[in-house]
């Protein structure tokens, strides 16, 4: 099941790359008189306020999202942005960094027998896909109910799988700091409503670009149905909920659209990261938190895309996507706090509660650590279980993530 969307490989970069990094630590000045200036990941420009964009003319008139950006895939350049660093709730759209973090420690192959206990930490409201206990799945099957549903009960039980839901956050969270994603602060593996949780345009779209150099990753997202299990030999279809995937819900599908992932909560509302492909060239668009309910988030989205198709290729750079630092990227990670001045305070709704799990990751080095020593050590703890028992079928969604992440 490998996707032939043609995603430019993450080694093919544009010559002047090179430069393009070395903006990403431009200074900003704080206006603060305790802050000295501190580094803007992607370049100071993704700090301030406002559209972003040079060069180039045409954007959408009527954007209604708190935040967005449009990204070149290939050579990470950013074309505009408005308000990219800005903190905001994820929802499921936090779920690309959960596959970032955990999708390579098991084979698809694998199979998992579910127990209660996989299941017992779900938050009440969550949408699922409809894993029972008592069935056994293979890991293939919960990925497809991770990024076809968005079912936090897929989450759940490949968080246990890796070793735990607190295990698993605080490997998303060294994962984020090693993607240089310092905007994003990690709760739950889901993307559910929690208080201080947060990301930003910017690092949603540090996370698909991530994503999509994983050929699995990208066959996942852009899947459109799949037969779900449901006990016994029965199984029961599971549609993506990504409405310019599917056509669901009269939105148009997006001619050359490969994914990534979409998002809803009743505290943050819509929240979309796609990605295109259009005359050899792809695009990243992430949309956050737009007024417009419904289907506003997809009609954003396909806005910015065929803005970066069309006036997008005048566009001179206004940032850029860094690299990982454990593939090489220019560190040019400040403090938490300090990425807090640059980016500006969290959305209310979304307050930082005080607690963290920043403290579980020494730095970048820590963070390369973890992710290496400690998620691929589960890989070697997993268990291959037998035969399915009979067990339920989900109840149907709207395509539109109600309640949760």
């Not at 390579?104 to 949408?127: C, M, Q, W, Y």
């Amino acid at each position: 099941m490998r996707d032939s969307s043609p995603v430019p490989p993450r080694d093919a970069r544009l010559s002047r790359r090179a430069a393009l990094g070395l903006a990403a630590a431009v200074p900003l000045a704080v206006a603060s008189p305790a802050s000295a200036a501190t580094p803007v990941i992607g370049g100071e420009r993704l700090a301030r306020a406002g559209v972003q964009v040079s060069g180039a003319a045409g954007l959408p008139k009527r954007l209604t999202a708190r935040s967005w950006l449009v990204a070149d895939h290939q050579s990470g350049e950013v074309l505009a942005s408005y308000h990219a660093h800005t903190h905001l709730a994820p929802a499921s759209t936090l779920k690309m960094l959960f596959a970032d973090t955990v999708l390579k420690n098991f084979e698809r192959t694998e199979r998992h027998r579910v127990t209660d206990a996989d299941l017992a930490d779900i938050p009440s409201g969550s949408s699922m896909v409809g894993v029972k206990p008592g069935i056994t799945y293979t890991v293939e099957q919960l990925w497809l109910g991770v990024f076809l549903r968005s079912g936090n009960d897929a989450v759940h039980v490949l968080s246990h799988m890796n070793g735990g839901v607190a295990r698993t956050v605080a490997q998303m969270q060294a994962k984020a700091q090693d993607l240089q994603a310092l905007d994003t602060h990690v709760v739950s593996p889901d993307g559910f409503d929690h208080k201080g949780q947060v990301s930003s345009a910017y690092d949603l779209t540090l996370f698909a670009r991530h994503g999509l150099a994983d050929a699995d990753f990208r066959a996942y997202c852009h899947r459109k149905t799949a037969n779900f299990p449901a006990g016994g030999k029965k199984t029961f279809q599971i549609q993506n909920t990504d409405r310019l995937l599917t056509g669901a819900w009269g939105v148009p599908t997006y001619d050359g659209l490969i994914g990534v992932k979409n998002g809803y909560t009743s505290n943050a509302g819509n929240t979309f990261t796609g990605a295109a492909t259009r005359g050899g060239r792809t695009l990243l668009v992430t949309v956050m938190h737009p007024k417009s309910g419904g289907s506003g988030v997809y009609e954003e989205t396909a806005a910015l895309l065929d803005w970066g198709f069309k006036e997008g290729a005048k566009a001179r750079s206004v940032g850029a996507l860094v690299d990982p630092l454990s593939e090489g990227g220019a560190s040019a990670a400040p403090t938490r706090k300090a990425g807090k001045a640059a980016a500006g305070a969290p959305a209310a709704a979304a307050g930082d509660g005080g607690s963290s799990s920043w403290g579980l990751v020494g730095g970048a080095g820590g963070a390369v650590a973890l992710l290496a020593g400690g998620a691929y050590a589960w890989r070697r703890r997993r268990r291959v279980v037998g035969d399915e028992a009979p067990g339920g079928r989900q109840e149907g969604q709207d395509g539109q993530e109600r309640h949760q992440g």
